[in-house]
């Protein structure tokens, strides 16, 4: 692999090896603002004490669960030699977990160029089909979930995760404008992101968590209650220290509550706020109120329409 100026030289297998451990790279000379950036974003927590239990759940995490069906896919994908840029960006969307990655390295100064994107395929075209084959086929990134009875896999089944996420990511894709969609696509895809980095490292909590939502408490008040935080708190923070792009974070920290978002991306934020909750089956409950004080309350009939029209 080729250096760039002022950075040392290092191989594909000592950054591989280095992946389960790495939230960020910043590749050298790097100005004061960008490191500053960095830090800012990976430290901004709601409070003191939440943002230390964040950092505490963050921490117990080396790699995501990805389905064994969609990792063999992939893998005998990237060993294709006709396989496009879009036919990876296709089944790398199927999987929050990987396509959280995938925008992390495209998004990282080392594997990305420096390059933002929101955009899976483009993230994919930055890499190269070389870049991901060598991650990938590493199996450092990612990892199957455990299949044995009492494990995560039994209380949590990654494959009704990925078939909403996927759901919601279309349907809010589906509201938005065209200069829109690859925001609310990658920010309706990762927002529950947070569940799965519970199931790894609080499986135990975890299964007490779903038992409670089940017998029908609220579930984010569960979440504060046994976590500290809510799993859009936990997504949006992973993802702001791999260096996601702004906006995508505060959509995924505010899918929730669309009208705390930024004022700038409350409509953005209500669009997934709605996708999610009519992803699901049956739908979730809207919070009006929210949608209110965000002024998208009069756009939900409109979406209810073409989600109608595309599911």
């Known amino acids: 692999m080729s250096t760039k100026s002022g950075q040392a030289q290092i191989g594909q297998d000592s ?14 000379p790097c100005s004061v603002a960008t490191l500053r950036d960095a830090i800012e974003r990976s430290c901004d927590g709601v409070d003191v004490e939440r943002d230390a239990k964040i950092r505490q759940i963050i921490g117990g995490i080396d790699r995501l669960p ?62 190269g089909v070389e870049q991901l084959r060598y991650l990938v086929l590493t199996d450092v990134v990612f990892t199957c979930p455990p299949t044995k009875r009492g494990t995560v896999a039994a209380m949590f089944s ?4 990925q078939q909403t996420s996927m759901r919601a990511a279309a349907l809010a894709r589906a509201f938005a404008e ?16 947070g569940h799965l980095v519970l199931t790894a490292c609080r499986s135990a909590e975890f299964q ?6 089940t017998l029908g408490e609220k579930l984010l008040d569960v979440e504060l209650d046994l976590f500290g935080a809510t799993h859009a708190d936990i997504s949006a923070r992973l993802l702001a220290i791999w260096g996601l792009p702004p906006a995508v974070v505060d959509l995924v920290q505010f899918h929730h509550d669309p009208g705390s978002a930024p004022e700038p991306l409350r409509r953005l934020a209500a669009m997934i706020h709605v996708a999610d909750a009519l992803s699901r089956k049956p739908h979730s409950e809207l919070d009006m109120l929210s949608l209110e004080r965000a002024g998208c309350a009069n756009l939900v009939a409109g979406w209810r329409a073409i989600a109608a029209s595309v599911t």
């Open 15 to 28: 950054i591989t090896r280095l992946l389960p451990a790495l939230h960020q790279m910043l590749v050298k």
């Open 66 to 127: 990805t389905p064994p069906d969609v990792f063999f896919d992939l893998s005998r994908l990237l060993q294709s030699t006709t396989a496009s840029a879009s036919d990876v960006a296709k089944v790398v969307a199927r999987v929050p977990a990987l396509a959280a990655k995938v925008l992390q390295f495209a998004n990282s100064g080392y594997f990305g160029a420096g390059k933002s994107t929101t955009s899976i395929q483009q993230a994919v075209l930055l890499l």
């Open 158 to 161: 990654l494959e009704d995760m």
């Open 178 to 193: 065209p200069a829109e969609r690859d925001d609310v696509f990658a920010g309706a895809l990762l927002r529950d992101l």
């Open 208 to 213: 007490v968590f779903t038992k409670r939502v």
